[in-house]
């Protein structure tokens, strides 16, 4: 089971929308609504921003929002602020026989 | 509020093992699972199994079978992961985190703040 594939890097004016696309197989993000994405800023544990696709928990900000099509999960950053530069992963649960969870190679987000 | 509180850094020799808690509180520590995931230096994160804290229950990732052994004390409600013959790549930052236990949730809300696991001779 290897890692759903994201950008290594995305970056963006303050402002203006950016997007991190999440790409797994079927048995993974195409075979379920079960995608959700994480915000890590440096030395700090991941932080829940997205779950089961497109739902935010209480709390987080609706420029974050969540879409899938397929095999692609994508997370949007809409109105992009300083504090939004950091690392996203977006994550899976799995029908593998090998774990339950897949998570995405993770995606470094700059504010220019 | 709930809080995770995960044990201090350890420094560990090639070979040995490492056993690294996850202080629960803020909820009912039955009512949801304790997953373990880790990141190492500069890298992703990667999920290495869960404890159910009801029953003792396990699943592991296939990676990991035969070294991780996830335990708990409900008295404490601390969980506990055990990581056995370490190798210098089990260098890294293991988190715990949880996961509702019997509702139709498949993401992990609160996190442990990381334990940082040095492998080296």
């Known amino acids: 089971q290897s890692a759903l594939t994201q950008p290594a890097s995305v970056s963006g004016s303050p402002g203006q929308s950016i997007t991190i696309s999440c790409t797994g197989t079927g048995r993974d993000v195409g075979g379920y609504n079960y995608v959700s994405w994480y915000q890590q800023h440096p030395g700090k544990a991941p932080k829940l921003i997205i779950f089961d696709v497109s739902n935010r928990p209480s709390g987080v900000s609706n420029r974050f929002s969540g879409s899938k099509s397929g095999n692609t999960a994508s997370l949007t950053i809409s109105g992009l602020q300083a504090e939004d530069e950091a690392d996203y992963y977006c994550?899976?649960?799995?029908?593998?026989?090998?774990?339950?969870?897949?998570f995405g190679t993770g995606t470094k987000v700059t504010v220019l | 509020q709930v809080q995770l509180v995960q044990s201090g850094a350890e420094v560990k020799k090639p070979g040995a093992s490492v056993k690294v808690s996850c202080k629960a509180s803020?909820?009912?520590?039955?009512?949801?699972?304790m997953h373990w995931v880790r990141q190492a230096p500069g890298q992703g994160l990667e999920w290495m199994g869960w404890i159910n804290p009801n029953s003792g229950g396990t699943n592991y990732a296939q990676k990991f079978q035969g070294r991780v052994t996830m335990t708990r004390d409900t008295s404490i409600t601390t969980a506990y992961m055990e990581l056995s013959r370490l190798r210098s790549d089990d260098t890294a930052v293991y988190y715990c985190?949880?996961?509702?236990?019997?509702?139709?949730?498949?993401?992990?809300?609160?996190w442990g703040q990381g334990t940082l696991v040095t492998v080296s001779s």
């Open positions: 994550s899976s649960y799995t029908s593998s026989t090998t774990l339950d969870y897949v």
């Open positions: 985190a949880r996961k509702h236990r019997t509702r139709e949730e498949y993401y992990f809300d609160y």
């Open positions: 803020g909820y009912t520590f039955t009512t949801y699972s």
